[in-house]
């Protein structure tokens, strides 16, 4: 049973950081592609990053990059999202997304291995 996990959100202040970590099982982890993809209230599903698997390949949306790092422990099945310098629009549920086939960020198709969503809140 493919499952992966999201921690550390909550809530922060604008111009904070946070980290996400996503823990993966079940599952191939090296074999697959990661991202994570976030939906503020009101708004459609939005990519933040991807990172293919090893590590070496990264992707970023306009809307984070500069102020966000993808990373990924193999060893532990793990990905990681740093943000810093949050803002109030990066508000949302962020969702942990394995996906095969790393060219298909940031728009994969339907399907893949998704997370629960873990809650990003920051406060003006």
């Known amino acids: 049973q493919a499952q992966l996990v999201e921690s550390g959100g909550g809530l922060v202040q604008a111009g904070g950081s946070l980290s996400l970590s996503c823990v993966a099982s079940?599952?191939?982890?090296?074999?697959?592609?990661m991202g994570w993809i976030r939906q503020g209230p009101g708004k459609e599903r939005e990519f933040v990053a991807a990172?293919?698997?090893?590590?070496?390949?990264?992707k970023y949306s306009d809307s984070v990059k500069g102020r966000s790092t993808i990373s990924r422990d193999n060893t532990r099945k793990t990905v990681f999202l740093r943000l810093n310098n949050l803002k109030p629009d990066d508000t949302g549920v962020y969702y942990c997304?394995?996906?095969?086939?790393?060219?298909?960020?940031?728009?994969?198709?339907?399907?893949?291995?998704w997370g629960r969503g873990i809650q990003v809140t920051v406060s003006p």
């Open positions: 997304v394995a996906q095969f086939v790393y060219a298909e960020f940031p728009n994969p198709p339907p399907g893949g291995y």
């Open positions: 079940g599952f191939v982890f090296s074999d697959y592609a």
């Open positions: 990172i293919n698997w090893d590590g070496k390949l990264t």
